[in-house]
């Protein structure tokens, strides 16, 4: 799953503040569009006032948010530029328009900018709650880590501090502790914010679903979507549910509704992904053809699918070459624990085994437990020569218990009917 979506309950929780009660709201609307509509009243009872602005641009990331919808980002950057005339300095404007370079996945000149305001401010918690989203998915978890502590030491037991930490427990390997802090925050939040107690459940099946607790993740998911009926982060998690349970049929249904609700290409890849897995082969090529077309007109974007095009390319197609070439361009500018894996990957698919060892063993060097990384990192050290790496990679990947443990099984009972083993 992609990884903006503490910073985005962070800034939600910034917006309550301003929410009138929910009840003279039409029921129809979510948070966000209440939102929405209250700050477009606000503008036009009051367009010389900058605030006006900064409540729609942060109501509009949220609705990005709520609808996996990038178009959102780009509104709220007009609505931002139009504070900024009014107010040139606004501390908080620009604490927004770091929320939206984080969104478009603009993330070195996100942790830029939010450095010059935790220089320019070095108390507010919100900033260290920036700093950490930015350092985290470039892959500077120390970094990341010390800003996220901050948060803490600054206002103990903060919702936004909480999904921070939550997800760096998760990247370094502690999946029971960012379960049990997601839950902190959970039985925290307003029963008002639905978008937000939907989100935070289905991270929660995320991480159930992550360790093998299959039927857990199943009833998380579904109340998910009981509170927020549509959520397109769940949906897609309950299709991964879906495809573990191996009711394919099931799963092609949840992938084609989150596409059809978001058009984001990686859900594309995912649809052609349980396709394939269902029988319909033909469906299933034609879904992908057309995944690899939308892929590469996005992937010089830094809002992209490049790490599913690389899997792609190097498992689907056999085009190694082809794998490689986007995975070093991802790679040249993040270095998170995730596409160091695809790098890693792309290496193998074309030989380069040694190289590829080096970057999946920094990757897991984090701390991070995945099935499908422990996988790749056993058939990575086969290849370089290391059985018995292999065979410690692969029951790691197997104990874990997810859909790419299947694989990890095949490969040790190939591992263990070799000569000599």
Same mark, same amino acid.
């Given at each position: 799953?992609?990884?903006?979506?503490?910073?985005?309950?962070?800034?939600?929780?910034?917006?309550?503040?301003?929410?009138?009660?929910?009840?003279?709201?039409?029921?129809?609307?979510?948070?966000?569009?209440?939102?929405?509509?209250?700050?477009?009243?606000?503008?036009?009872?009051?367009?010389?006032?900058?605030?006006?602005?900064?409540?729609?641009?942060?109501?509009?990331?949220?609705?990005?948010?709520?609808?996996?919808?990038?178009?959102?980002?780009?509104?709220?950057?007009?609505?931002?530029?139009?504070?900024?005339?009014?107010?040139?300095?606004?501390?908080?404007?620009?604490?927004?328009?770091?929320?939206?370079?984080?969104?478009?996945?603009?993330?070195?000149?996100?942790?830029?900018?939010?450095?010059?305001?935790?220089?320019?401010?070095?108390?507010?918690?919100?900033?260290?709650?920036?700093?950490?989203?930015?350092?985290?998915?470039?892959?500077?978890?120390?970094?990341?880590?010390?800003?996220?502590?901050?948060?803490?030491?600054?206002?103990?037991?903060?919702?936004?501090?909480?999904?921070?930490?939550?997800?760096?427990?998760?990247?370094?390997?502690?999946?029971?502790?960012?379960?049990?802090?997601?839950?902190?925050?959970?039985?925290?939040?307003?029963?008002?914010?639905?978008?937000?107690?939907?989100?935070?459940?289905?991270?929660?099946?995320?991480?159930?679903? @992550?360790? %093998?607790?299959?039927?857990? $993740?199943? #009833?998380?998911? !579904?109340? +998910? /979507? &009981?509170?927020?009926?549509?959520?397109?982060?769940?949906?897609?998690?309950?299709?991964?549910?879906?495809?573990?349970?191996?009711?394919?049929?099931?799963?092609?249904?949840?992938?084609?509704?989150?596409?059809?609700?978001?058009?984001?290409?990686?859900?594309?890849?995912?649809?052609?992904?349980?396709?394939?897995?269902?029988?319909?082969?033909?469906?299933?090529?034609?879904?992908?053809?057309?995944?690899?077309?939308?892929?590469?007109?996005?992937?010089?974007?830094?809002?992209?699918?490049?790490?599913?095009?690389?899997?792609?390319?190097?498992?689907?197609?056999?085009?190694?070459?082809?794998?490689?070439?986007?995975?070093?361009?991802?790679?040249?500018?993040?270095?998170?624990?995730?596409?160091?894996?695809?790098?890693?990957?792309?290496?193998? @698919?074309? %030989?380069?085994?040694?190289? $590829?060892? #080096?970057?999946? !063993?920094? +990757? /897991? &060097?984090?701390?991070?437990?995945?099935?499908?990384?422990?996988?790749?990192?056993?058939?990575?050290?086969?290849?370089?020569?290391?059985?018995?790496?292999?065979?410690?990679?692969?029951?790691?990947?197997?104990?874990?218990?997810?859909?790419?443990?299947?694989?990890?099984?095949?490969?040790?009972?190939?591992?263990?009917?070799?000569?000599?083993?």
């Amino acid at each position: 799953m992609k990884r903006l979506l503490a910073l985005m309950l962070m800034m939600a929780a910034t917006l309550a503040g301003a929410q009138s009660n929910p009840t003279t709201s039409a029921p129809e609307l979510s948070p966000a569009e209440r939102n929405m509509a209250e700050s477009q009243s606000l503008i036009r009872d009051k367009p010389a006032q900058y605030s006006g602005y900064n409540l729609l641009a942060t109501a509009l990331v949220r609705r990005a948010r709520e609808t996996s919808d990038a178009r959102y980002y780009a509104q709220a950057n007009d609505d931002v530029k139009k504070s900024l005339q009014l107010a040139p300095n606004s501390f908080d404007t620009k604490k927004i328009q770091v929320s939206i370079l984080l969104g478009e996945h603009e993330f070195p000149a996100a942790l830029d900018l939010a450095k010059a305001l935790n220089k320019q401010v070095p108390d507010d918690v919100m900033v260290y709650g920036l700093l950490t989203e930015a350092n985290a998915e470039l892959g500077n978890y120390k970094d990341a880590e010390t800003a996220a502590q901050w948060m803490l030491n600054l206002r103990p037991g903060n919702l936004p501090a909480l999904t921070h930490a939550a997800h760096l427990r998760e990247l370094f390997g502690d999946m029971d502790g960012s379960y049990d802090l997601l839950q902190m925050a959970y039985e925290s939040t307003p029963p008002t914010e639905d978008e937000e107690r939907a989100w935070l459940l289905t991270q929660m099946g995320h991480l159930r679903l @992550a360790t %093998g607790n299959t039927d857990t $993740a199943e #009833k998380l998911l !579904e109340q +998910a /979507l &009981a509170i927020f009926p549509n959520y397109p982060f769940a949906t897609g998690a309950l299709g991964e549910v879906r495809m573990q349970q191996t009711r394919y049929e099931e799963a092609v249904v949840l992938f084609r509704q989150c596409y059809q609700d978001t058009s984001r290409t990686e859900n594309l890849y995912d649809l052609a992904r349980a396709l394939r897995l269902a029988g319909h082969e033909g469906e299933a090529k034609k879904a992908f053809v057309e995944f690899e077309t939308k892929a590469l007109l996005e992937s010089s974007h830094k809002d992209n699918a490049n790490r599913e095009l690389i899997f792609y390319y190097a498992d689907c197609v056999k085009q190694p070459a082809k794998a490689l070439q986007v995975a070093e361009q991802e790679y040249s500018w993040r270095k998170d624990v995730y596409t160091l894996d695809a790098y890693a990957w792309a290496l193998h @698919a074309n %030989g380069r085994d040694l190289e $590829a060892r #080096k970057q999946i !063993e920094t +990757a /897991l &060097a984090v701390g991070v437990r995945d099935a499908k990384l422990l996988l790749h990192a056993g058939e990575i050290a086969l290849a370089a020569g290391d059985p018995d790496a292999a065979q410690h990679y692969l029951k790691q990947s197997l104990e874990l218990n997810t859909l790419d443990s299947g694989q990890a099984r095949l490969a040790l009972a190939s591992l263990a009917s070799t000569p000599g083993r």
